[in-house]
């Protein structure tokens, strides 16, 4: 049997245009569960020279450039004990509602594993530089701030419509029923960053030091060593998106890792006692 030659090349890239809400997540969740690979994520390399190095996440040109400050935040997965102080954090700074959510923790299993069955992955808005939130909202009320980088909510401006929610290829939005609005992380800029404060809610309130935040712009920053750093690998969530994250990803267990973060003054946030 003859099958007739299909030209791919001309064919319309669909994009995620028709993926529903719940198509998303279940792919989201079988990446971190199935694949392996962080939803689709690639290790990065950053063996090159380290001024090119945050275009292995598909960022063109330096963080420098881009934002100041270049609020960022570097996640060292390994330390993560799924104590969820973060989440409770984030969600009493931010009045995050039961049903909602600003950051979670995905759990990741290994079969046939004797050493470590499970690995958990904290998650949240990755305030990527090419947001396709910002591109898809029909009301502007989602903005990538033009001096910071975070990706906030302009809640007045929100009519509910939920096109962010699908544009987002991470699912870190939801619908706030009571502000008729969706909320997202905005690394606490609100409650916390506009105030005089240094760190989010849930990078202070991790006792494991799993979470790192900081400006990306600068170079004597610990998030900058972090992410410029060649000893370890670093890697985004799915890069292939081209949303290019400003959260990135690292095992964070060599000693090199641990040199650079010496020199950070980690001072631990209870919110249990605001």
């Not at 319309?12 to 998303?24: C, W």
């Not at 079969?111 to 949240?124: R, T, W």
């Not at 962010?164 to 905005?186: G, M, N, Q, S, W």
Request: hydrophobic residues 30%; glycine residues 8%.
């Amino acid at each position: 049997m003859k099958f007739p030659k299909i030209n791919f090349d001309e064919m319309e890239n669909e994009g995620t245009r028709s993926v529903t809400a719940g198509e998303r997540r279940k792919f989201l969740k079988l990446g971190f569960a199935v694949a392996g690979v962080y939803a689709g994520g690639k290790i990065l390399s950053l063996t090159s020279i380290i001024g090119s190095a945050r275009a292995a996440t598909g960022v063109e040109g330096v963080a420098k450039d881009l934002y100041n400050p270049h609020y960022s935040m570097v996640i060292r997965q390994s330390l993560c004990i799924d104590c969820e102080r973060c989440v409770e954090a984030c969600t009493k700074i931010n009045d995050v509602p039961e049903y909602g959510y600003r950051t979670r923790i995905l759990t990741k299993k290994y079969s046939g594993k004797l050493d470590k069955a499970v690995e958990f992955i904290p998650v949240l808005c990755n305030h990527c530089d090419n947001p396709p939130c910002v591109r898809g909202c029909p009301t502007k009320a989602t903005y990538k701030d033009p001096v910071t980088g975070i990706v906030r909510m302009e809640k007045k401006k929100c009519i509910g419509c939920k096109t962010c929610i699908l544009a987002c290829p991470y699912d870190a939005r939801y619908f706030d029923e009571e502000r008729h609005a969706i909320d997202k992380c905005d690394f606490c800029w609100e409650e916390r960053l506009s105030k005089g404060e240094k760190q989010t809610a849930c990078s202070s309130a991790c006792p494991t030091g799993a979470r790192t935040f900081g400006n990306l712009s600068d170079p004597e920053n610990i998030v900058y060593k972090l992410v410029h750093q060649i000893q370890e690998e670093v890697w985004v969530l799915r890069p292939d998106d081209n949303t290019k994250p400003n959260v990135f990803y690292m095992k964070g267990t060599m000693g090199s890792v641990d040199n650079i973060l010496k020199g950070s003054k980690f001072k631990y946030f209870d919110p249990n006692k605001i």
